[in-house]
């Protein structure tokens, strides 16, 4: 019983000014599971977007504080709109430079493979922003 009291919300709504009666009126919430496909709705969603990125850095926040974590999360919306959060005590440069740093990795291997062709296109073309230039050949693989 107190089980089902505690799934309901008790809401006071007057009947009346005059007669000042109240009636009490009993709300089920319900959380049901959510079907992962694309939201068609731009609007909605961007709004989902939002709210579960909102979510998503809270929960990252709290494995930080409350295990002495290092976290680091980079989110980019649909929009291309870039979202980041670093532990208090880190930034993501240096969280991911630890993760790069792991040796023996195929995320390591990837990266020497990804600067070696990176450097290759570098010596034959004509952008001077070096930091640029390797973002560019980042995204575009």
């Not at 989902?48 to 809270?58: A, I």
């Not at 680091?72 to 919306?77: D, G, K, Y």
Request: aromatic share 8%; net charge positive.
């Amino acid at each position: 019983m107190e089980g089902e009291a505690a799934g309901r919300r008790s809401v006071q709504a007057a009947a009346g000014e005059e007669g000042g009666m109240m009636e009490e009126i009993k709300v089920k919430r319900k959380r049901g599971r959510v079907e992962l496909r694309r939201i068609e709705d731009r609007t909605s969603r961007q709004v989902r977007f939002s709210k579960r990125r909102s979510g998503l850095f809270k929960k990252a926040r709290e494995l930080s504080v409350l295990c002495d974590a290092e976290v680091a999360l980079v989110v980019f919306s649909p929009a291309g709109r870039l979202y980041e959060f670093a532990s208090s005590n880190s930034s993501i440069e240096k969280i991911f430079g630890r993760y790069w740093d792991i040796p023996n990795t195929t995320a390591r291997e990837t990266r020497v493979d990804r600067n070696i062709q990176v450097k290759h296109i570098w010596s034959i073309s004509d952008i001077s922003n070096p930091t640029l230039f390797y973002m560019i050949t980042l995204y575009a693989n």
